[in-house]
């Protein structure tokens, strides 16, 4: 009961701190005050609405919010998400795009479930959807998730997008972006083993920690430092009697955040200050870039207790990926079965979450396919974030992934065929 304890009173300092600021701006709004004009009212209710904002936006899952495009012909291209399949701790949806009548590329992006929703990708979804059929896995928060549905560990994880890509069918590209890479390479060999004819066309990994001793990182050195009991002890929590998961044992958004924060403290510090006295100004708004950025970035969601225990023992301290010794239900996944899929890797040259080396390490492992089936990617001074979202990703990755898929969109002999786009990093 002392986790679910923790659990309940982190959750009562969140709600605290949206009240005080729903309060403070309330308080100074009072149209009374207007008749005694003073600066410290305007800052006070500067305060309380962003404060307010700030502590409400954490248990709130957001919207895709998808804009509309224009099409070839000129016309405007409404999308609407509709859940593929759905399941106790994640969905496939489908962007669909109305009165698309060419047939697109059809690719499944696999979302982290790292503390972060699935709409973190949202603008890798809108840069795809022009020219692709965009299906994403959309993992649920574990403390809306009864007791009752289970577990759900990197096992569970893996057969989820074995399933998903079956369903889907051998048409499918799959990129998978950071933290999934491992599961989904794995996923991927398991298909090869299994249900070869269900194997995607190609498997885009974007900085995964495929082998995360490649080049270590802060993330891989506290994997390294913490043991497992330290782990059990500190970041697990039962889910409080708010929420339909209660009793579940997760690893609570709530203190993600407060990782994720600290990491980067003083540069947060500042700008939640600047966003004060932007609204004391007036010239903040619902849409600016740092409500866009932090209606984002403080939504966070609760990951199964299980679920982040096996990735640290197995896929960090472990490394059975890296090691080609990951099982699922007792069985061998051997990654070298893989022979006609198509693997790419992307990294970027500042990522510091899953550093260069630690992605491309894929392609030794893929012995059973032939260079032609394998390329590379080494992005010049993108760091994790920028790989996947950022203008790097506009402007130089993106286009490298659609070439990559397109040549490896029809089944076909491996015989005498070029790498595609691969470069030095390879």
Known sequence: MRYMATYDLMETIRTTNQWLGASALAMASYPALSMFPNPALGWMAAWGEVTERTFAR????????????????????????????????????????????????????????????????????????????????????????????????????????????????????????????????????????????????????????????????DVTDFGRRVTMGQLEQFMIQRVGFKYPGVGRKVYPGLLQLSSFISMNKETHEKAFQDQINRAARGEAHEDDKHNKFYDEYLAVMDMPAEFYLSTVERIFKGREIAKNEFTVAGKLVDIGKITTVAVKTVEGTKDDIS??????????????????????????GAGHYGIFAGKSWRENIRPLVLDFIDANDVPQSTKDKKPANKNAAA
């Not at 649920?140 to 074995?162: C, M, Q």
């Not at 893929?366 to 394998?374: F, I, N, R, V, Y």
């Open 58 to 217: 954490m248990v709130v899952k957001p919207d895709w919010k998808i804009p509309p495009f224009v099409g070839a012909n000129g016309q405007d291209r409404l999308v609407s998400v509709e859940k593929e399949i759905s399941r106790d701790f994640g969905d496939l949806i489908h962007f669909r795009v109305q009165g698309r009548t060419i047939k697109k590329r059809k690719v499944l992006l696999v979302a982290p479930m790292s503390g972060h929703y699935a709409t973190l990708l949202r603008s890798t979804v809108i840069s795809l959807l022009p020219d692709c059929d965009v299906y994403i896995t959309d993992w649920h928060n574990a403390r809306d998730i009864p007791v009752s549905a289970g577990k759900f560990d990197v096992e569970d994880y893996t057969l989820y997008l074995v399933d998903f890509m079956r369903h889907l069918g051998p048409e499918t590209h799959v990129i998978a972006v950071c933290q999934p890479a491992p599961l989904t390479l794995a996923a991927t060999a398991y298909l090869a083993e299994e249900d070869p004819d269900a194997q995607p066309r190609s498997l885009t990994l974007i900085g995964g920690p495929i082998d995360p001793d490649a080049t270590p990182t």
């Open 355 to 380: 550093a260069p080396g630690q992605c491309i390490a894929a392609l030794d492992l893929c012995t059973g396919l032939p260079d032609s089936k394998k390329a590379s990617h080494l992005e010049e």
